[in-house]
């Protein structure tokens, strides 16, 4: 494709180094959709007759056809996705081929390729996340009333109906998709046309070609069109965020699976064994899931540092962008299919998240009785301490200090027993977004409509 100012041929290794075809010929479809309209857009310059347009378009859904029945067959000499079709194209319409690129370079190209595939990702992503907010909303739905600890730095804090917590895992994914939502804008801005890096010389209509392959709007400015990956970024710090909220929810049932806490069992379909340990049951689809964070946050910071010395149009270093990309697409939508499924099969022991409950918890019930009486919280909050501090010393629950420790710490806790209530402790929180059973009804409902149909 650019032979023509060389004499000598490449060296074996620099075109190892330089080829990218392993890499974007996963970009086939999308390359021969632009192709396509491409063609068109040269039709309606007047650089196309239409028996010519008819021949490439005809040419190059054959060429689509073959991809689509793996019966390509990719040559050594084709350098990336962009000269391998166009090479199969010659060898079915003849020298016509060499007219489709006229006005077009790989740089507006690929860049456009690349877009049309984003586009296509984001909607599978957003599916994929859809699908673990389901799951999440069918274990909230079954919890009904259940009760466990909330913790805050791992310490048992205040009770909370697991219903809640699952829904706590709900609301950053739904984050996630209206930010990948919000992404799609940028995403959908077409930079065919833009050539190299000055524009075409051919009065292509560009909006024409936009409404063609499903994009919003056009570039403004070819220079910043060929070596914008700004959406490259966008869309990898979304999947980077995706990626750090799967991992917090896996390191919550990682915990709640183990032997110590025991509220959850994962489904043997999504746990392994060990091979020395007969007795093991791990839950290894989360902590994969805890893992690939990693590896998409990685992916962000490949593609920043990438960008952040370039000058102005494009480089070869901007090859690099699309193994990130696919790496990160691919990563996340296993990652969340299989904890989707982990979070669907999974079951939770009622039993031992109401065991795990303890009167401690409620000693912010104690001091909320105090307010309600009168007493400045920070004064409720110091006797309802002293109180804790009692019951420790004594080697009891706090419910079982004498009713005298109660009312000597202040008069109004003449009834403490009416305070050791979990259902109650959860229903007080009555507000929007609380704990209580109508608030996170209220939360399922709302839940519900985001992830229906």
């Known amino acids: 494709m650019w032979g023509g100012r060389f004499s000598g041929s490449i060296d074996a290794k620099m075109r190892l180094f330089n080829d990218s075809l392993p890499i974007d010929q996963r970009?086939?479809?999308?390359?021969?959709?632009?192709?396509?309209?491409?063609?068109?857009?040269?039709?309606?310059?007047?650089?196309?007759?239409?028996?010519e347009h008819q021949q490439l378009v005809a040419g190059l859904e054959q060429v689509r056809a073959e991809f689509a029945a793996d019966s390509f067959q990719a040559l050594p000499t084709d350098e990336d996705i962009h000269t391998a079709v166009e090479r199969r194209l010659g060898e079915l319409i003849g020298a016509l081929a060499g007219k489709l690129h006229t006005g077009r370079s790989r740089n507006d190209q690929?860049?456009?390729?690349?877009?049309?595939?984003?586009?296509?990702?984001?909607?599978?992503?957003?599916?994929?996340?859809?699908?673990?907010?389901?799951?999440?909303?069918?274990?909230?739905?079954?919890?009904?009333?259940?009760?466990?600890?909330?913790?805050?730095?791992?310490?048992?804090?205040?009770?909370?109906?697991?219903?809640?917590?699952?829904l706590a895992?709900?609301?950053?994914?739904?984050?996630?998709?209206?930010?990948?939502?919000?992404?799609?804008?940028?995403v959908a801005v077409l930079p065919l046309g833009s050539g190299a890096l000055a524009g075409t010389a051919f009065a292509v209509d560009r909006a024409a070609l936009a409404q063609e392959l499903g994009f919003a709007s056009i570039s403004t400015n070819s220079l910043d069109a060929t070596s914008d990956r700004d959406f490259i970024v966008e869309v990898l710090a979304a999947a980077a965020l995706v990626g750090v909220h799967i991992s917090r929810l896996a390191e919550d049932w990682i915990i709640w699976s183990s032997s110590e806490w025991g509220f959850v069992r994962l489904a043997d379909a999504f746990s392994t064994g060990s091979s020395l340990m007969p007795q093991k049951k791990n839950p290894d689809s989360l902590e994969l899931a805890r893992g690939k964070s990693g590896r998409l946050i990685?992916?962000?910071?490949?593609?920043?540092?990438?960008?952040?010395?370039?000058?102005?149009?494009?480089d070869k270093?901007?090859?690099?962008?699309?193994?990130?990309?696919?790496?990160?697409?691919?990563?996340?939508?296993?990652?969340?299919?299989?904890?989707a499924g982990a979070v669907r099969t999974a079951e939770f022991d009622h039993q031992r998240m109401h065991a795990a409950l303890d009167d401690a918890m409620l000693a912010t019930d104690v001091a909320d009785a105090l307010v309600?009486?009168?007493?400045?919280?920070?004064?409720?909050?110091?006797?309802?301490?002293?109180?804790?501090?009692?019951?420790?010393?004594?080697?009891?629950?706090?419910?079982?200090?004498?009713?005298?420790?109660?009312?000597?710490?202040h008069p109004a806790l003449t009834n403490p027993a009416a305070i050791f209530d979990v259902m109650a402790s959860t229903a007080a929180r009555d507000v929007p977004?609380?704990?209580?059973?109508?608030?996170?009804?209220?939360?399922?409902?709302?839940?519900?409509?985001?992830?229906?149909?």
């Open 372 to 409: 309600r009486v009168g007493v400045p919280f920070r004064e409720a909050h110091h006797i309802s301490g002293r109180l804790v501090r009692a019951a420790e010393q004594r080697g009891v629950a706090l419910r079982e200090l004498p009713p005298q420790e109660f009312t000597a710490a």
């Open 27 to 51: 970009l086939w479809n999308e390359d021969i959709s632009g192709s396509v309209a491409w063609a068109g857009g040269l039709l309606r310059a007047g650089i196309l007759s239409a028996d």
């Open 317 to 339: 270093d901007l090859q690099e962008d699309k193994e990130p990309l696919f790496d990160a697409v691919d990563t996340l939508l296993l990652t969340l299919a299989v904890v």
């Open 169 to 186: 895992h709900f609301w950053p994914l739904q984050r996630d998709r209206e930010r990948l939502r919000d992404a799609r804008q940028r």
């Open 433 to 453: 977004g609380g704990t209580a059973p109508n608030a996170v009804r209220d939360q399922l409902i709302l839940a519900r409509r985001l992830v229906a149909g």
């Open 110 to 166: 690929v860049a456009t390729d690349t877009r049309l595939w984003t586009l296509s990702a984001l909607d599978a992503l957003d599916a994929a996340l859809r699908e673990l907010q389901q799951a999440l909303v069918a274990q909230a739905e079954a919890a009904e009333l259940a009760v466990l600890p909330g913790y805050t730095h791992l310490q048992r804090a205040q009770p909370i109906l697991l219903a809640h917590a699952l």
């Open 298 to 314: 990685g992916n962000l910071v490949s593609v920043l540092t990438m960008l952040k010395g370039l000058p102005s149009a494009y």
